[in-house]
């Protein structure tokens, strides 16, 4: 599973996976080897996550990569990444988004995202978690870098799945990589603005 998802990764680079886990333990596990495996293959890492969660990650990771090799792991707090502008709002996040991959755009560099969706904490309705994957699968069709959302599948009702299906190509649950017979390729003009490619 894993070597058929670095495969795609090494391939194509624009690859949207949906990630479903099922326990905390496997969900770090999978983190910690995304980072690991992004970094050793030259990769930043962008990886937007909560501060208690990230700290168990990187004490792990600081145990497997060099201190140098900790350098590629840009750590964003999650909180601030979905409600930087005070509420859960997509063009906003893409926003804070575009600002912070752009170095990255500029120069050339290889990087990859990883980001946690905590969806169950948020008062929202769901045609804006729809939005904002739908806009995420256009950055990542437009920059060509993988991105893996993580959401947990247990707090996922039927709908949601539904729409997560629909707008990632990729779908890793567990240790079962596939794709999703769902999935719609968003419409630009449908969703509006994407992010800059260099």
């Given at each position: 599973?894993?070597?058929?998802?670095?495969k795609?990764?090494e391939?194509?680079?624009?690859?949207h996976?949906?990630?479903s886990?099922?326990?905390?333990?496997?969900?770090?596990e999978?983190?910690?080897?995304?980072i690991?495996?992004?970094?050793?293959?030259?990769?930043?890492v962008?990886?937007?996550?909560?501060?208690?969660?990230?700290?168990?990650?990187?004490?792990?990771?600081?145990?497997?990569?060099t201190?140098?090799?900790?350098?590629?792991?840009?750590?964003?707090?999650?909180?601030?990444?979905?409600?930087?502008?005070?509420?859960?709002?997509?063009?906003?996040?893409?926003?804070?988004?575009?600002?912070?991959?752009?170095?990255?755009?500029?120069?050339?560099?290889?990087?990859?995202?990883?980001?946690?969706?905590?969806?169950?904490?948020?008062?929202?309705?769901?045609?804006?978690?729809?939005?904002?994957?739908r806009?995420?699968?256009?950055?990542?069709?437009?920059l060509?870098?993988?991105?893996?959302?993580?959401?947990?599948?247990?707090?996922?009702?039927?709908?949601?799945?539904?729409?997560?299906?629909?707008?990632?190509?990729?779908?890793?649950?567990?240790?079962?990589?596939?794709v999703?017979?769902?999935?719609?390729?968003?419409?630009s003009?449908?969703?509006?603005?994407?992010l800059?490619?260099?």
């Amino acid at each position: 599973m894993k070597k058929q998802m670095n495969k795609l990764f090494e391939d194509q680079r624009s690859v949207h996976v949906l990630y479903s886990y099922s326990t905390m333990e496997k969900y770090i596990e999978q983190a910690v080897s995304y980072i690991e495996e992004g970094v050793k293959a030259g990769d930043y890492v962008i990886f937007i996550e909560n501060e208690p969660l990230f700290r168990s990650i990187n004490k792990e990771l600081s145990s497997r990569l060099t201190e140098d090799q900790m350098k590629f792991v840009h750590s964003v707090n999650s909180f601030d990444f979905y409600y930087s502008s005070g509420s859960y709002h997509p063009p906003a996040i893409l926003d804070y988004f575009n600002k912070m991959v752009q170095p990255y755009v500029e120069k050339d560099i290889s990087f990859r995202s990883w980001a946690h969706v905590e969806w169950a904490t948020m008062k929202d309705p769901l045609h804006i978690i729809e939005d904002f994957e739908r806009i995420v699968d256009e950055a990542v069709n437009s920059l060509s870098f993988p991105l893996i959302c993580a959401y947990e599948g247990e707090k996922m009702p039927d709908h949601l799945i539904k729409i997560l299906m629909e707008t990632h190509p990729y779908v890793l649950k567990d240790d079962n990589f596939t794709v999703s017979d769902k999935y719609q390729l968003a419409s630009s003009k449908k969703y509006g603005k994407t992010l800059r490619s260099p």
